[in-house]
């Protein structure tokens, strides 16, 4: 793997997401990107390559950010690079795959897909998933109320969808920590 390309999407992703503040920025994007390198450890026959451009660029193209279509921010990137156009298309079939409100119960079929998603699922729980939740929420106008909901609707969940062993286990802690925040927030605002 290239460490010139890595790091050259590391400097795109600074550069598209700089001074975003809704969660899905430049952290997001490396924490994405570190737990997908630690995952991929446990899976040596994986394209690391793959797995760690796909986790970089997986928001690149957002369609809660983004007006683009077809992967365009990601293409433009990857179009710059010494990669070839099978590989591009790997890239963004993966991050097409890793979407969670697109594909609601369907699993990446790839290794390399399975663990970018996983990747980005772990950082919507935790502690990190808490903090995530309330600043998406707050640059979209919802209510504290409406974005504990969300905890319902989407985080609560994400522990059964793991794909790969290690995030399950991972998740396992993340999970009990927002049940705990959950139940503890019930409880301060319990004015009865
Ligand atoms: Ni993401």
Known sequence: ?????????????????????????????????????????????????????????????????FKTENNANARSFLEGQNISAAKIEQICSIINEVSFSKNRGRRPESIEGKIVQDADRLDAIGAVGIARTFAYGGKNGRSLEDSLQHFYDKLLLLKDEMNTEEARRLAIVRHEYIEGFVEEYKAETDLS
């Not at 010139?4 to 809704?22: G, H, L, P």
């Open 1 to 65: 793997m290239s460490d010139s390309i890595i790091n050259s999407a590391i400097a795109y992703v600074e550069k598209t997401f700089y001074n975003n503040a809704d969660g899905h920025d430049t952290g997001h994007a490396m924490r994405v990107y570190a737990n997908a390198v630690k995952l991929a450890g446990y899976y040596p026959d994986c394209d690391a390559e793959i797995v760690a451009l796909s986790a970089l660029l997986h928001d690149v193209d957002d369609h809660k950010l």
